[in-house]
């Protein structure tokens, strides 16, 4: 089953409220030039570097980067959780705790997949 993630980083209203700041700073360094006021024009033309720079990394054209942290998280404690799980079984089996651990993969996907059959006996 598909997870989910973590939202957009930026919702329609955090992106509006940016592009207004953007306009906003348009604006004043546009006036800054105009008056010949240097320290000023350096202060606004930083600023919206910065803010250009931070909607980059949190939206790319019209649709939003999203966050991939929850998804992750999910990820890394299953991942994290089968390890113990294997260390814990290889104290009592280490013949079936090699075999788990020779095919099962952990990444994005958790699969088990034997490359031969595991005489089981209880």
């Given at each position: 089953m598909p997870l989910g993630d973590g939202g957009e980083l930026l919702d329609n209203q955090a992106r509006g409220a940016y592009m207004q700041r953007l306009e906003e700073l348009n604006q004043d360094i546009e006036l800054a030039r105009e008056n010949n006021d240097l320290g000023n024009l350096a202060k606004f033309e930083a600023e919206r570097e910065q803010l250009r720079n931070e909607m980059k990394k949190a939206w790319f054209k019209r649709r939003g980067k999203r966050s991939n942290s929850d998804l992750n998280r999910i990820r890394n404690s299953v991942c994290n959780a089968i390890r113990r799980t294997f260390e814990a079984i290889e104290k009592n089996e280490p013949g079936a705790a090699?075999?788990?651990?020779?095919?099962?993969?952990?990444?994005?996907?958790?699969?088990?997949?034997p490359t031969e059959k595991f005489p089981w006996a209880f």
């Open positions: 090699e075999h788990l651990k020779s095919n099962i993969t952990l990444g994005f996907s958790v699969i088990y997949n």
